[in-house]
């Protein structure tokens, strides 16, 4: 994929404070080209972390600081069989806030 079309979808079109409603600006995201684009801090793992949040517990983040994809998927639900196990985001965001935080060194790959 080439890297301008990426800058591109991943540049924020909608910011946090704009979104309605006032429990989705709360989440701390704004929002790009289908892209969920994180309001960090300059000093977070995940300043310019970007992410694909699909239904019944689904995620793709992106974590470019440390050049890392955080991908979550589960068996979708058949209708009349709903299975209350699915991850929720504060869970999902929780797990990938310690991934990216994780000390890992490159060379010891």
């Known amino acids: 994929m080439p890297a301008d079309w990426v800058k591109q979808v991943t540049s924020q079109t909608t910011p946090a404070a704009q979104m309605h409603p006032p429990h989705t600006a709360r989440r701390g995201f704004g929002y790009g080209y289908l892209w969920w ?14 992410m694909a949040w699909g239904v019944h ?12 994809v955080i991908a979550h998927k589960r068996q979708v639900p058949v209708a009349g069989n ?5 991850v929720g985001p504060v869970a999902f ?8 935080a994780a000390p890992c060194r ?3 790959w």
Request: net charge negative; hydrophobic share 45%; proline share 5%.
């Open 37 to 50: 684009l994180f309001e960090e801090p300059q000093d977070s793992q995940l300043n310019g972390a970007y």
């Open 57 to 68: 517990g689904q995620y793709i983040l992106v974590v470019p600081k440390r050049d890392m």
């Open 82 to 86: 709903w299975n209350v196990s699915w």
């Open 93 to 100: 965001l929780r797990a990938a806030r310690m991934l990216a």
């Open 106 to 108: 490159m060379e010891e």
